[in-house]
């Protein structure tokens, strides 16, 4: 019996391609929107965060599995017998926006005690204003950015 859940969420941030790359390649700063908490770990393609469904800590342990430059970022984690595997696209939507698509595919046996605490739907959600926080965070970088740049207005 397979049991599994896929989502995609899409945000368009304003900001150039290549700042959004960079901003969501720093997993350690990610925002902590949805209650995610980062935790590093001994190399630099591990990571841990923790999500707190209904109040209670889920501890996601994460692997970085792919990075193509501005164009995919991609990690796999695991957390109550569930595997989670996430793919991020970047796709430029002119000089100054990139919308971000958030792939996740969640399977495992694990996904049945877990779907019976917390929907499909609520996860989406979750994910959506992580993203919003993430796109808050880099236009707000870009406009301190761009403002400094020569010709910039004011």
């Given amino acids: 019996m397979k049991v599994a859940w896929d989502l995609e969420n899409v945000m368009v941030v304003q900001a150039p391609c290549w700042m959004v790359w960079r901003h969501m390649c720093d997993v350690l700063h990610w925002p902590a929107a ?34 193509r430059d501005m164009q995919l970022l991609a990690w796999q984690g695991r957390f109550w017998g569930i595997n989670s595997e996430v793919k991020v696209r970047f796709v430029v ?46 236009e707000q970088n870009a406009n301190a950015h761009l403002s400094c740049l020569p010709g910039a207005q004011g």
């Fill in 93 to 138: 939507e002119g000089v100054n926006a990139t919308r971000i698509i958030f792939k996740e595919n969640l399977s495992g046996l694990g996904l049945i005690l877990f779907s019976a605490l917390f929907s499909m739907a609520k996860l989406s959600k979750l994910n959506q204003n992580w993203l919003g926080a993430i796109a808050q965070d880099i």
């Fill in 34 to 67: 949805g209650q995610r908490i980062m935790r590093p770990q001994a190399d630099e393609q591990s990571f841990g965060y923790t999500l707190k469904p209904l109040g209670l800590p889920v501890r996601v342990k994460a692997r970085i599995t792919a990075a």
